[in-house]
């Protein structure tokens, strides 16, 4: 990241590709990968950084960069730059957000937490 002024703005200057993280494969064979995706989690909107597991086929999202105040204006920007964008699904029991894995219910994805709930009381030892 580089940060610049420019008049009266400041500037960021974020990289949009970067090297696949593959510690399997030589230099000269890591292609250019996503450095930044858009994420809609909740009500929380953002640009993040993309961390890239390629040695494990899989991306991860990392730290969020830019706050947007709504969807349409992160999907705005992504759309301008050409960034993904990443939608976390809410817990149909609980509502909050699912980020990683999580199970399929009666009254659709659930989280980790209210599956275990349900197992717990569903057990014959409580
Ligand atoms: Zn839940």
Redesign the pocket.
Known sequence: MKIIKEGNELVLRLPLLQKENNFYKGEEDLIDTQNLIGVVSGNEYTISQLNDLSYKGDQQEGMPIIYFSSKEELKEACKTCGIDIWEHPL??????V?RGSSTWASKGT??W???NLENLEASPLS
């Open positions: 817990c149909a029991y609980c509502g909050k699912i659930q989280c937490d209210c599956s």
